[in-house]
C-alpha cells in the first residue's frame, strides 16, 4: 500500500491515516471557519473533529451528519489513492495505444456504449474508452461510494457540510406524491404550498385578474437576478421561445432578464417598456447580492417616479430565501416567493427562481412540464444501475477525460439554437460546484477537479473555435442534437430539409473528430507535400452524442437533470464538495473596499492616495479610472436613469428626472 501525506501533515496509508496521538479516526483536520456570516457549520465542524468522541457528539446534535455520510467523507478523503485509482492511472497506457477509428470498427464495442433512456440517446462510442476503461471507472465510483452518495443526497442528508446543509434542489420537483425528508420534515408539500402559490398569481396576471397601478394589465415581466438567480431561467426561457407550445402560450408577453449590475444592462433590459405594464420579480436567495440589490433599487426608482410609491405593491414581488430582507426592501411578504436553504443558487431553477417567471411567461402548465422531466431523469438517476445511468456515464466519462486523459476542458455543443444558453447555464452549474482545490476534509487535492465549460450552438462553433478542437488542443465535446425541430423550414429544391442540413453537421463534427484524416489518406487525393501537415488531422478526439426527440418544457427538464446530476457524480467521485462556493468570496470583499474608496474619492474629489491600502498597481489604475470620469462628478447622488433617458453630450439625466 502507498504511504500518502494525510491531511492534517501525518502519514496515511490509502485513507487509514496514522493519525496523531489520541485520535481515532481521520478527522484529524485544520479547524475552519469562515467569517461569512451564512456559514454555521464551523463550530459543528469543529467539534466532530475530535476523533470518536467527536463523532458521537455528531450523531447526537441536531442535523449533524448520519454515521453513514461520516463513512463516505472517510472513504472519499484519498479516493486518488486507492487502488480503483491507480488502475486508471496505469490503464491510460493501454488507451493511449488505441485510436478511435480502430475502437470505432468494433460494433459490439459501440452498442455497449449505445444507452437510451426514456427517448433521450446518449452515444458515449466516440470516448476513449473500452469495456475496461467502464468496469475500472464503476470500480472507482463504487470505491468513492457513489451509491451510498447519491442516496444520501435524496435522503436529506447534510451533504453541503462547511454550510451544514441539505442537498435537494430535487425535490423542488418531486410529485405532489412523494416524500422526501429534510431535517425531519416531509418537504414536498412546501414544495407544492409554493408552487400552488406561484400557479395562482401567474393565472390572475396572465388573466388580467392582477392589474397594475393604473388598471392595465402587466404585459411585460423583468426578472432581476444573477448567477444562479437568472442563468438557469435564461436557459429554459431561450429553450421554450421557439416551441410552439410554449409560444402559443406566451403570445403578447415578453420576459427579459436584468443580471449584470452594468447601467447598460439596465438600459437594455428596460429599454421599450412601460412601467405601467411591467411587472419586476426580484430574484435572490439571500437577497443581499450586491447586483442584484442595486438593480433592484434602480428598478423600482424607474416604477416609482413615474407611478409613484405605492406601485411598488402591484408591479414589484420577489423570490428569496430571506423574507425578512423582502420586507425591509418594501415588498410585501404575500408577494414574495419563497425557498430554502437546501436549494443552492445555481440549483435553484425549479425553485420558484425559475418557476415563477417562467409561469409568467408560459403559464404554470408548460412550467410543470419542465419540473416533470427533471424529475423524470432524477428517478432514473436515483434507480438506475450504474452501468445503464447516463448521468453516472456521463459523469465519470467526465472524470476520465479530465483527470485521467488530461483533457481540463469541455465543450457543450447543442446542434439547436435554442439551447443557445445551456452552456452558460451549465458553466456556472459545473465550475461553481467543482472548481475546488480541497477535499471534503479540507486537505488539498492531489490533483485537479472541475472541468473548463464552455459552448456554441453548432453550426456557429464551427466557424469559431472548432479549429482548435480539430488540430490543436484536445477538448472533449458533448454534441446536442434534436431528432424533431421545434420550427420546421424545407424548400423547394434543397436537397434536405433546413434541420436535416443542421444536423448532418451534428453527425459529421464528431466523426471528423475520432476519426481524423491521415496523410495517407491526403496523399492519395493529391494534396501537395507541403501541405499534408497542415491538413491532417490526428482524430482521436473524444465525444459524446446526445439525441433528444424533440425540445419541449419536458426534454429541457431532462435536460437539467442530466447535467446537474453529471456533476454531482463527479462531485462525488473527486471527494469535494460541490455544494458550497467560497471562492466567490474575496472578489466581493476586495470590491466592497474598492467602493468604500471609490466613494470618498468621488464625493470629496480627490485621488487614492498610496496609503489608501492599496498595491501600487491597483493605485495607479483606480486613479487614472477616476481622472478619466471626473466629469461625471455631481455634487450629490441623483436617482439616475438608464438608456435613452441619459443625455448623451452632459453624461447627466435630463432634468425633468432629477
Ligand atoms: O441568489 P443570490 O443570493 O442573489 O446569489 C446569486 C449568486 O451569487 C452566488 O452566490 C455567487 O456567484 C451564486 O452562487 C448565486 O447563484
Known sequence: MQSVRGPAGTRSKLWNFNLPEGRSTPFCLPAFQHQNNRVSAGLRRSQYKQGAVGL?????????LSPAMVELETASLQISQTPEWKALEDHVTEIEK?????????????????????????????????????????????????????????????????????????????????????DGVDVVPEVWQVLDK????????????????????????????????????????????????????????????????????????????????TLVVVVSKTFTTAETMLNARTVRTWLTAELGPAAVAKHMVAVSTNLKLVKEFGIDPENAFAFWDWVGGRYSVCSAVGVLPLSLQYGFEITEKFLQGAHDVDEHFRTAPFEDNIPVLLGMLGIW????????????????????????????????????????????????????????????GQHSFYQLIHQGRVVPCEFIGVVKS???????????????????????????????????????????????????????????????????????????????????????????????????????????????????????????????????????????YLEGKARLLYPEPQDVFPCDLIDSDTCRPPSSYV
Open 56 to 64: 458521537a457528539q455528531r450523531r447526537a446534535a441536531p442535523q449533524a
Open 98 to 182: 488505441t485510436h478511435l477509428k480502430d475502437l470505432l470498427r468494433d460494433g459490439e464495442r459501440s452498442d455497449l456504449l449505445f444507452h437510451e433512456f426514456n427517448k433521450i440517446i446518449a452515444d458515449f462510442s466516440r470516448q476513449r474508452v473500452t469495456k475496461k476503461t467502464l468496469e475500472l471507472l464503476t470500480n472507482l465510483a463504487d470505491r468513492a461510494k457513489l451509491r451510498e452518495k447519491i442516496d444520501a443526497m435524496f435522503a436529506g442528508e447534510h451533504i453541503n457540510i462547511t454550510e451544514d446543509r441539505a442537498v435537494l434542489h430535487v425535490a423542488l420537483r418531486a410529485p405532489r406524491t412523494k416524500k422526501i425528508m429534510a
Open 198 to 277: 406561484i400557479k395562482d398569481f401567474s393565472d390572475k396576471v396572465r388573466s388580467g385578474e392582477w392589474l397594475g397601478a393604473t388598471g392595465k394589465p402587466l404585459t411585460d415581466v423583468v426578472a432581476i437576478g444573477i448567477g444562479g438567480s437568472f442563468l438557469g431561467p435564461l436557459f429554459v426561457h431561450t429553450a421554450l421561445r421557439t416551441d410552439q407550445t410554449a409560444a402559443e402560450q406566451a403570445r403578447g408577453r415578453n420576459l427579459r432578464f436584468l443580471a449584470n449590475v452594468d447601467p447598460v444592462d439596465v438600459a437594455r433590459a428596460l429599454n421599450g417598456l412601460k412601467q405601467e405594464t
Open 401 to 460: 477525460n479530465t483527470t485521467f486523459l488530461g483533457y481540463p476542458s469541455l465543450a457543450i455543443l447543442p446542434y439547436t439554437q435554442a439551447l443557445s444558453k445551456l452552456a452558460p447555464h451549465i458553466q456556472q452549474v459545473s465550475m461553481e460546484s467543482n472548481g475546488k482545490g480541497v477535499a471534503l476534509d479540507g486537505s488539498k487535492l492531489s490533483f485537479e477537479a472541475g472541468e473548463i465549460d464552455f459552448g456554441e450552438p453548432g453550426t456557429n
Open 486 to 624: 421545434q420550427q420546421s423550414v424545407y424548400l423547394k429544391g434543397e436537397v434536405v430539409s433546413n434541420h436535416d442540413e443542421l444536423m448532418c453537421n451534428f453527425f459529421a463534427q464528431a466523426d471528423a473528430l475520432a476519426t481524423g484524416k491521415s496523410p495517407i489518406e491526403l496523399r492519395a487525393e493529391n494534396v501537395p507535400n507541403s501541405l499534408i501537415p497542415h491538413k491532417t488531422f490526428t482524430g482521436n478526439r473524444p465525444s459524446t452524442s446526445i439525441l433528444l426527440p424533440e425540445l419541449t418544457a419536458f426534454t429541457v427538464g431532462q435536460i437539467l437533470s442530466l447535467y446537474e446530476n453529471r456533476i454531482a457524480v463527479q462531485g462525488f467521485t473527486w471527494g469535494i464538495n460541490s455544494f458550497d462556493q467560497w471562492g466567490v468570496e474575496l472578489g466581493k470583499v476586495l470590491a466592497s473596499k474598492v467602493r468604500a474608496e471609490m466613494h470618498t474619492c468621488r464625493t470629496k474629489n480627490r485621488n487614492v492616495s498610496p496609503t489608501d491600502g492599496f498595491n501600487h498597481s491597483t493605485t495607479k489604475l483606480l486613479n487614472r
